[in-house]
Protein backbone atom coordinates (compact mmCIF):
# COMPACT_ATOMS: atom_id res chain seq x y z
CA UNK A 1 0.00 0.00 0.00
CA UNK A 2 1.50 3.48 -1.07
CA UNK A 3 0.96 6.26 1.39
CA UNK A 4 -0.62 9.71 -0.55
CA UNK A 5 1.47 11.92 1.50
CA UNK A 6 3.33 14.42 0.41
CA UNK A 7 7.51 13.76 0.86
CA UNK A 8 8.92 14.69 4.29
CA UNK A 9 5.26 14.54 5.87
CA UNK A 10 4.76 11.65 8.35
CA UNK A 11 0.95 9.83 7.54
CA UNK A 12 -1.34 10.68 9.97
CA UNK A 13 -1.98 7.30 10.97
CA UNK A 14 2.09 7.18 11.65
CA UNK A 15 1.91 10.19 13.76
CA UNK A 16 -0.90 8.93 16.13
CA UNK A 17 0.70 5.44 16.97
CA UNK A 18 4.05 7.47 17.47
CA UNK A 19 2.38 9.75 19.90
CA UNK A 20 0.33 7.23 22.03
CA UNK A 21 1.24 7.00 25.90
CA UNK A 22 2.51 3.37 27.22
CA UNK A 23 2.45 2.63 31.03
CA UNK A 24 5.69 1.04 31.23
CA UNK A 25 7.72 -0.91 34.10
CA UNK A 26 10.33 0.58 36.12
CA UNK A 27 12.56 -1.34 33.85
CA UNK A 28 10.92 -1.90 30.27
CA UNK A 29 11.75 -3.51 27.19
CA UNK A 30 11.55 -0.55 24.22
CA UNK A 31 12.70 -2.23 20.93
CA UNK A 32 14.07 -4.98 19.57
CA UNK A 33 16.57 -4.75 16.66
CA UNK A 34 18.72 -6.82 14.63
CA UNK A 35 18.83 -10.23 12.52
CA UNK A 36 17.74 -13.68 13.96
CA UNK A 37 21.28 -14.70 14.27
CA UNK A 38 22.33 -11.51 16.02
CA UNK A 39 19.24 -10.09 18.13
CA UNK A 40 19.55 -7.04 20.77
CA UNK A 41 17.20 -4.72 22.88
CA UNK A 42 16.89 -1.36 23.70
CA UNK A 43 15.51 -1.28 26.99
CA UNK A 44 15.07 1.76 29.67
CA UNK A 45 16.37 1.28 33.07
CA UNK A 46 14.95 2.25 36.59
CA UNK A 47 17.36 5.46 36.24
CA UNK A 48 15.70 6.62 33.00
CA UNK A 49 18.07 5.53 31.28
CA UNK A 50 18.40 3.78 27.28
CA UNK A 51 20.35 0.76 26.74
CA UNK A 52 21.37 -1.31 23.66
CA UNK A 53 21.66 -4.85 24.98
CA UNK A 54 22.84 -8.45 23.46
CA UNK A 55 22.20 -12.00 25.68
CA UNK A 56 25.10 -11.95 27.95
CA UNK A 57 25.25 -8.20 28.90
CA UNK A 58 24.56 -7.40 32.48
CA UNK A 59 21.77 -4.75 32.85
CA UNK A 60 19.23 -3.46 35.80
CA UNK A 61 21.04 -5.66 38.06
CA UNK A 62 20.78 -8.92 36.34
CA UNK A 63 22.26 -10.71 32.89
CA UNK A 64 19.93 -10.95 29.33
CA UNK A 65 19.54 -14.51 29.07
CA UNK A 66 17.23 -14.57 25.52
CA UNK A 67 15.98 -11.98 23.25
CA UNK A 68 13.23 -13.12 20.64
CA UNK A 69 11.23 -11.21 18.41
CA UNK A 70 9.03 -9.55 20.92
CA UNK A 71 10.65 -10.26 24.50
CA UNK A 72 13.58 -10.40 26.58
CA UNK A 73 14.45 -12.61 29.69
CA UNK A 74 16.52 -11.18 32.22
CA UNK A 75 18.37 -13.27 34.75
CA UNK A 76 18.68 -11.90 38.06
CA UNK A 77 19.22 -13.53 41.82
CA UNK A 78 18.24 -16.84 40.42
CA UNK A 79 15.29 -15.85 38.87
CA UNK A 80 13.78 -15.08 35.20
CA UNK A 81 11.86 -12.17 34.18
CA UNK A 82 10.18 -12.03 30.60
CA UNK A 83 9.79 -8.50 29.55
CA UNK A 84 7.37 -8.20 26.47
CA UNK A 85 7.37 -5.32 24.21
CA UNK A 86 4.46 -2.63 24.98
CA UNK A 87 1.22 -3.23 23.24
CA UNK A 88 -0.66 -0.48 22.22
Same mark, same amino acid.
Given at each position: @???????????? =? !? +?? $???? =?? %??? %?? +? $??? /????? +??? #?? $? /?????????? !????????? #?? !??? /?SEDSLVLAKRGKTT $? @??????
Amino acid at each position: @MTSQTPQGQTPP =Q !V +AK $LATE =QV %RLE %RT +A $LIG /IFGSN +AAL #GA $L /IRTNRDKFER !VAVGDKVAG #GI !VAA /ISEDSLVLAKRGKTT $L @MKLPQT
